[in-house]
């Protein structure tokens, strides 16, 4: 293909381009030529059709979104808000701390190890961006049915792939959740979170000030991969044609994004940079549209000059490809110098290839011939928005009505049978077979990991001022009532924040849904924004950043609303942090918080095929006095040990508990049937020395937290009424399903 | 006493084995893998990654750093030197100890708290223990799958030369269960499972790895 310049573009107006096939609707073409005054030259169309494209441009979730603007909490702890790179968060110390979470659900399907693998490297050159050191990662996963064929293609490869990138990144991986469910067999999720430290005048952003200064690409010489990652796969749906579209899933090599990360950190310690952005989704043209957004819009770049690993690249494709482990920097002439003795030090490829101008476009020079004359916030921020038509679906209200027949347990036969099937069952069996191919220990800052309610990482180990992250999603309360599931996903992660005794100070999301193009999917998108902006709000805690992943479904079938939140929490001393189980005997053991029939949405439930029913109603005040109560156990020492109640309910809760030091329990529960498996939120055990009573029953009073004691600790079992349970067989059943199905 | 700690490109615990040196009470001295100095340490520690991202077999390339030579040369003299996961495999490419590191037999990466038994505590970096103490270390690898030739097994096993064992089952197919062994002077130890990681119980699954570090202190005292 002849080389397509501006000047062509001006002669040729009336050229056919392939704009449909770059994922553009006939409107967004014709906007485009609206902008530029002209047709867009091939690279210009490249440019806009991926910066346009769903996954880049938010263009259907836009409207919602907003919401997290006008709800916004009052707060100094936000130091830098939405639309950056990644939000920064201050802990307290001259501590900044930026965490974000993002999806890579689509080519993890295609191609599950680098799918993975590229979506931690993703994430990480996020919040490296910021200037931050990252510290941490936790990846959320859903699968199909643990059983099916292709759980058993994309698992191993997934598991493999985020291990694989982040072991070699030498970054610790605390957490996340592994959930099957019949809904994202031919979309799983794949969402990765990465969370950086830094002092506060270490905050880099993404912009291009300064006339003169230069664009410097360092990092991997750009390939052929990726090329449409982002308008092809992010955006459209998946039929029949996967492998097809192989070629369009990036490779990453973890190995050069390790060098980049610590030439980047030299960098940025010797301030040798005005501004700085990952290349990611959109590559090349995404960075230099935003940096010269970000500054007052005037950037020349020579494409020529880009390092390539392949040689027969055409503009476009170097414009559109999404080649990993680059990125681009923002630098004064005086410190180039510096600079590039410092990339030469990594042996980190590193070239200039442009500079910032006076103007207000964005011009792109090809072997001296002008491609691209672009204002770059058309480009950047400019792109289509979509009121998308939503409308409440009929499941809705017919789920509603639906009432739940599950078998409860009575006899002493069937509760040891309920402990022992719910331990067993995927959802809730024990993940080591997983997350042992993490490394939770380099750095060796990790004071929490899985199968901790939280991650905890220290950030000072002279003040031992730490951070602790979680996430959480409840997909089958978000399908019962999209609204009260964001809002109970953020209470539950907030409530995992604080069973360790940490302050949750903010919040991240990656919101994966179906198509935007189905008016019920976008309903439970619309709502489920809608739950957590008031949520958020209600409880004083600030939104930072987040992700939103469209079009997971497979033909018409949409997966389950799954919107992941993440919260971040601070805790000023990590010695003291509660632990989530106990180690010794002679300890009492509290329920904190009431328990009622809430069985729709639950495991147990999701067991006996039953997904009907009314959600429980997030009461936020009451789990806003729960996380004070929880804060005041560690602070004054009340509690030896604290555990979330969630899925499975207290069986699972308590198993858990007694299998982690191997330790048992003796337990007695009235309505015990109920007691094991209902899912009523806000609720956590608490182990006390009997020396505490006093104490526990005060906070829990004060904080009109309800509090029941069900037992004590010891033994080797777990002994509930008077159903006796060997910690031995109870770990069998726990430890045995996952490696049964993928070991 | 100062501890040199190589940083290959892709070394990942080099800031994990510098705290460990200093909990023990000595100095950590950063060593860069381009600049052939050794800075005048008195010990070196090759610590755990993934050294130029081990495309290659793992250690291959790190072998051939400048750093190495004044190493290797120094540590024939004598000088202690301990090879963690990683630096285990460079002592093996470096052929300063016998053997090779293999992919795990169940072909994936595996961390966990490994309980391990000291079998020889008369090396430079084992002396702090007690002649089989079982303790707690992570291990953490791909590629620890100790392998060597019947011969060279039973050399090591006649010479006292292995210096740690795993306990219970075998987690990486490793013959004879060897998570670590010495040169036949025994300045030279290679580790798969990491002290470094276990230095204090809030960040480690105990403080049992510090011997490794209080050893060589001790060794370079006498």
């Known amino acids: 293909m002849a080389l397509d310049t501006v000047a062509q573009a001006q002669a040729n107006p009336e050229t056919t381009q392939p704009f449909a096939e770059l994922g553009l609707k006939p409107d967004e073409y014709a906007r485009i030529k609206e902008i530029l005054g002209r047709r867009p030259t091939s690279s210009e169309l490249a440019m806009y059709s991926v910066m346009w494209s769903e996954h880049c441009s938010y263009k259907s979730s836009k409207v919602h979104l907003k919401q997290f603007g006008e709800k916004a909490v009052k707060t100094d702890a936000l130091l830098v808000g939405i639309g950056e790179n990644a939000g920064v968060v201050d802990v307290g110390q001259g501590y900044a701390v930026t965490f974000k979470i993002e999806s890579h659900n689509h080519p993890s399907f295609i191609e599950p190890y680098q799918g993975a693998a590229t979506g931690v490297g993703g994430i990480v050159r996020d919040i490296l961006t910021m200037g931050a050191r990252p510290i941490a990662v936790m990846d959320p996963l859903r699968f199909g049915p643990a059983d099916a064929p292709d759980t058993r293609r994309v698992l191993p490869g997934i598991v493999a792939g985020v291990g694989g990138y982040g072991n070699c990144l030498g970054l610790p991986n605390i957490g996340g959740e592994v959930v099957f469910d019949q809904s994202y067999l031919g979309n799983p999720l794949v969402n990765a979170l990465c969370v950086g430290v830094m002092k506060h005048s270490d905050i880099k952003l993404a912009k291009a000030a300064g006339a003169g200064n230069l664009v410097v690409l360092y990092g991997a010489k750009t390939g052929g991969d990726g090329i449409g990652g982002v308008s092809v796969l992010a955006s459209e749906t998946f039929e029949s044609k996967g492998p097809a579209k192989r070629p369009a899933v990036q490779v990453g090599d973890p190995f050069v994004e390790k060098v980049l990360i610590e030439c980047s950190l030299e960098i940025f ?475 | 006493m100062k501890i040199g700690v190589v940083t290959f490109p892709g070394t990942l615990d080099d800031r994990d084995a510098a705290r460990a040196v200093r909990h023990a009470g000595g100095e950590a001295v950063a060593l860069w893998h381009n600049d052939a100095d050794l800075h005048g340490v008195d010990a070196v520690i090759l610590p755990g990654g993934f050294s130029y991202g081990d495309y290659l077999r793992c250690g291959a390339i790190s072998r051939f750093s400048p750093v190495m030579e004044p190493i290797i040369k120094a540590a024939q003299g004598g000088m202690p030197l301990l090879g963690i996961c990683n630096g285990f495999q460079v002592l093996a490419e470096a052929h300063l100890i016998p053997g090779a590191l293999t992919r795990n037999h169940e072909l994936h990466f595996l961390c966990r708290d490994q309980k391990i038994t000291i079998e020889n505590t008369n090396t430079a970096w084992t002396s702090s223990y007690k002649q089989g103490e079982e303790i707690v270390i992570p291990l953490k690898n791909g590629e620890g799958a100790y392998m060597c030739d019947d011969e060279t097994l039973a050399m090591l096993e006649g010479e006292g030369r292995i210096i740690a064992r795993y306990v219970g089952e075998n987690p990486n197919g490793s013959r004879n269960l060897i998570a670590g062994i010495t040169n036949e002077r025994g300045n030279i130890v290679g580790l798969m499972p990491h002290p470094e990681h276990a230095i204090d119980s809030l960040t480690g699954p105990s403080a049992d790895g510090l011997g490794f570090f209080t050893s060589v202190l001790k060794a370079l005292v006498k």
């Open chain 1, 269 to 743: 310690a010797e301030d040798l940079v005005v501004g700085i952005q990952d290349l990611g989704g959109a590559g090349l043209s995404c960075a230099t549209s935003e940096l010269a957004s970000g500054g007052s819009g005037g950037m020349k770049v020579q494409l020529d000059k880009v390092p390539l690993r392949d040689p027969s690249l055409s503009p476009e494709e170097i414009l559109m490809s999404e080649s990993q482990e680059r990125m681009c920097a923002i630098v004064e002439p005086s410190k180039i110098a510096r600079f590039l003795e410092i990339c030469e030090k990594w042996d980190v490829t590193v070239t200039v290839i442009g500079e910032v101008t006076d103007g207000k476009h964005l011009e792109i020079t090809w072997n001296g011939e002008l491609i691209v004359d672009v204002p770059p916030r058309t480009v950047a921020h400019d792109g289509p928005v979509y009121q998308r038509p939503f409308a409440q679906p009929a499941y809705i209200d017919q789920v509603a009505k639906e009432t739940i027949n599950v078998p409860l347990a009575k006899s002493d036969a069937e509760i040891k049978e309920t402990v022992l099937k719910l331990a067993a069952t995927p959802n809730l069996a024990d993940k080591s077979w997983i997350t042992d191919q993490y490394d939770r220990y380099v750095q060796g800052n990790t004071i929490q990991s899985q199968p901790d309610d939280s991650g905890m990482i220290r950030i000072d180990e002279n003040t031992h001022l730490g951070v602790a992250v979680a996430t959480d999603a409840n997909a089958n309360w978000s399908y019962l009532n999209p609204y009260e599931g964001a809002k109970l996903a953020l209470a539950e992660a907030a409530r995992n924040i604080a069973t360790a005794g940490a302050i949750p100070l903010a919040v991240t999301n990656c919101l994966n849904f179906g198509s935007p193009e189905d008016p019920g999917v976008m309903w439970q998108f619309a709502e489920s924004v809608r739950g957590l902006a008031d949520g958020c709000l209600e409880m004083g805690l600030p939104v930072t950043g987040g992700n939103v992943s469209f079009y997971n479904q497979t033909g018409a079938v949409a997966i389950l609303p799954t919107p992941v939140i993440g919260v971040l929490g601070v805790i000023d001393d990590v010695r003291t942090r509660t632990p989530m189980s106990f180690d010794c005997a002679g300890l009492d053991l509290y329920l904190l918080g009431d328990t009622h029939e809430d069985l729709a949405g639950s495991e147990w439930a999701y067991m006996h095929n039953q997904r009907g029913g009314i959600a429980p109603t997030a009461d936020l005040q009451r789990e806003m006095r729960l996380i004070e109560l929880l804060v005041a156990g560690r602070t004054k020492k009340i509690f030896s040990a604290a555990h979330d109640l969630s899925q499975g309910g207290l069986s699972a809760t308590l198993t858990e508990m007694v299998l982690r030091h191997n330790v048992g329990a003796t337990i007695t529960l009235e309505n015990v049937g109920i007691a094991l498996v209902s899912e009523t939120p806000g609720r956590v055990v608490v182990a006390i020395d009997p020396a505490q009573t006093a104490a526990l029953t005060q906070e829990a009073a004060a904080q009109k937290i309800t509090l029941t004691k069900i037992g004590t600790t010891g033994g080797d079992s777990l002994v509930i009424n008077g159903a006796k349970i060997s910690l031995t067989e109870l770990r069998k059943a726990h430890t045995e399903t996952i490696p049964k199905l993928f070991g």
